[in-house]
């Protein structure tokens, strides 16, 4: 029954063209199902001037030596998934399986008979999706080429010719999502660029010839006539298209399989228009998403560069807008997101898989700083872009957005404040994209706390999407967030995996005097305020809900969230110390909230499976840290519902 009804809202959701390419798709899924296909039939010509890379003498000593060890861990099986989930791996790996969960799930079925968000025995489809991505593969072409390592090399033809035996087109799980293809493509791009100038001497060109035509022609065509659309068409289809757009340029004859260079690039335009809004921000209001839609995005925009082709002045400003917004929402150090995320990186140019984001974020901010900037910098140069792009240099934002110190992103809803030595970014926005909302949170109002470059409060995380669907909803509702939160009225409902029942309203803020921020949300139960004030030596948070006629009560709790590794110690009734890498900071609870609940980690609430101080800062990896839970009765007489933090002891 809670399947058919997650169906039920699902086909909800959808506009009734959207309904009709659902039907569109199926067939198409049944065609592939018995189809037969000669790949071999269009003789592919490679431009060998895309991608370009740099010169082993560009390349950085420590990003060498990085190589150099991520190559012996990468061959005895030693692999990361998600960047930091350490997974022994097999040789050939086996790529039906689950190695977090050890549960294979090897099938040869039509991959539209298969339902990858149900996978048997705990197993997850995104565990069996990562070892498919090849990022590990393109890793170690990468020490193949720049260390010279011809068993490097011939390892990443090894496997790619198991994968290619062992996931036929159009069968199993790893032909599920358009997206994987994409993915895919991507990658293959870059490891046949890395070990082509290679191939003859280390006797590897039949075989990486023959690789061509096995993966190139396939997966453009499956990703291609299998592209998201509808209410699914977010950061899915921009990584489809890019793809495809990488593709293409490596290999035009691909165009017989699906679409020509015109055509996607026109698709690609459109999405980054619709996806990112004018102020920078990605309308699936989850920040790992946007790093990665960006990514994804800048591979689109130097694949069609490279063939000396114009990009829209509004896309590129989208585009450039979008590094403004990350590098000014996300900290460079203590990186932490909002909404949904899974840790998603495109190409491995990093110096360590786990410090991507913060990788990503320092070149953003800094140029040629560090090894992205070897590859990024080097490809926008190399392929000769436009003037307008190489000079893309972003300054970050700082607080001066307005005259209250506030800076407003008026898409986004997201507002942040540089103050001393504190950070604040307080969430104004609409849920997520799209009717489903499908990576949104519920976290509107929540306040992420940084105090002298330390997370102190933050948000709880991602946690898992179909391997912990409890775990998954907990970290994704509100009462997990500290925003208020109503202990009777829940709107919108969790409908299950990246699916909401509506879009939430947008709060109305203003500035009610110089030092304050104040939003008010709609519900249906009536009105949920929360004020954000400058103390000059902390901040005030007052929280109050004002109930309609429809309300039960007027019951809300807040749950103030702490870092992993924070203590904290009760020093009054309602005031507390709270330590986190020898920063501290002082908590008052006013005295009209009805409880003041400090919780701790504890093994019992573990064992019980309750999620109460769970965290997730990495996808997979869950947590415990201590928080605060207040409770309120609001809507009787008046009352102040306040949190203060101190950045010194209260006298």
């Known amino acids: ?60 000593e420590d990003l060498l030596e990085a190589l150099k060890l991520d ?30 969960a050890d549960v294979d799930v090897t099938s040869d079925q039509p991959a539209s008979k298969l339902n990858h968000r149900e996978l048997p025995k705990g197993a997850d489809i995104k ?23 011809a068993d490097a090399g ?11 035996g062992n996931n036929p087109p159009f069968k199993g799980w790893n032909w599920t999502s358009a997206l994987e293809a994409g993915m895919r493509l991507i990658q293959f791009v870059w490891i046949d660029a890395l070990l082509a100038p290679h191939a003859e001497e280390w006797g590897l060109q039949p075989e990486l010839e023959t690789l061509r035509y096995e993966i190139a022609p396939s997966h453009f065509n499956f990703a291609w006539r299998h592209r998201s659309f509808g209410s699914s068409a977010n950061n899915h289809l921009i990584g489809e298209l890019s793809g495809l757009l990488a593709a293409i340029v490596r290999w035009p004859k691909l165009a017989i399989w699906g679409a020509g260079i015109d055509e996607l690039q026109g698709f690609w335009e459109t999405e980054v228009i619709n996806q990112f809004a004018p102020d920078g921000s990605n309308c699936e209001q989850a920040l790992n998403y946007q790093l990665f839609s960006w990514e994804l995005s800048a591979v689109a925009w130097l ?26 929402i996300q900290r460079e150090q203590e990186c932490w997101a909002y909404g949904d995320s899974d840790d998603a990186t495109v190409l491995p140019f990093w110096f360590d898989a786990k410090d991507a984001a913060w990788e990503w974020r320092r070149w953003m901010a800094h140029g040629a700083d560090g090894c992205l900037g070897v590859f990024w910098d080097g490809l926008r140069k190399g392929i000769s872009i436009p003037k307008r792009v190489e000079a893309m240099e972003i300054v970050e934002r700082h607080s001066e957005g307005d005259d209250h110190g506030w800076y407003q992103f008026s898409h986004a809803g997201m507002a942040i404040r540089q103050e001393r030595d504190w950070f604040m970014r307080f969430d104004l926005s609409p849920l997520g994209y799209e009717s489903t909302c499908a990576h949104g949170h519920l976290d509107v109002l929540h306040l992420s706390i940084w105090w002298r470059g330390k997370a102190i409060v933050v948000d709880p995380g991602t946690g898992a999407y179909f391997g912990d669907s409890k775990l998954r909803n907990w970290l994704a509702s509100r009462a997990a967030h500290n925003g208020p939160a109503l202990s009777h009225h829940e709107f919108p409902k969790r409908l299950g995996p990246f699916l909401w029942s509506a879009q939430h309203s947008v709060p109305a803020w203003r500035h009610p005097d110089p030092d304050a921020l104040q939003a008010e949300w709609f519900v249906p139960a009536g009105t949920i305020c929360r004020k954000v004030q400058d103390l000059g030596d902390g901040w005030r948070i007052t929280d109050d809900f004002l ?7 007027g019951e809300f709790t807040v749950r103030w969230q702490f870092a992993p590794g924070a203590e904290i110690t009760r020093v009054k009734d309602r ?15 006013s005295d009209d909230w009805e409880t003041v609940i400090a919780e701790e980690p504890s093994a019992e609430n573990a064992n019980r499976g309750e999620f109460e101080c769970v965290v997730s800062a990495r996808f997979r990896l869950t ?29």
């Open 71 to 100: 190559a012996v861990r990468i061959q005895a099986g030693q692999w990361k998934a998600f960047g930091h989930l350490k997974i022994q791996v097999d040789d050939p790996p086996r790529w039906h399986h689950d190695y977090h």
């Open 127 to 149: 565990l069996v999706w990562e070892l498919s991505r090849w990022q590990q593969i393109t890793r170690l072409a990468l020490a193949a080429h720049y260390l010279e390592d």
């Open 1 to 60: 029954m809670p399947r058919l009804n997650w169906y039920l809202h699902r086909l909800l959701a959808m506009s009734p063209s959207e309904v009709v390419l659902r039907l569109r798709k199926r067939a198409r899924e049944f065609a592939d199902s018995h189809r037969v296909t000669d790949w071999s039939s269009i003789k592919l010509a490679t431009n060998t001037e895309f991608p370009f890379l740099p010169d082993r003498e560009a390349i950085p």
């Open 154 to 164: 011939s390892k990443c033809v090894e496997w790619l010719q198991d994968w290619v």
């Open 547 to 553: 109930p309609n006629s429809s309300a039960k009560d």
């Open 575 to 589: 005031s507390f110390r709270v330590e986190r890498d020898g920063v501290i900071v002082y908590v008052l609870a």
């Open 303 to 328: 694949a069609i560069s490279s063939k000396h082709r114009p990009v829209s002045a509004r896309v590129e400003e989208r585009l450039r807008n979008a590094v403004s917004f990350y590098i000014t």
């Open 623 to 651: 947590e415990r840290a201590p928080c605060l839970l207040l409770t309120a009765q609001a809507g009787y007489k008046p009352c102040v519902f306040s949190t203060t933090f101190l950045a010194s002891a209260p006298g």
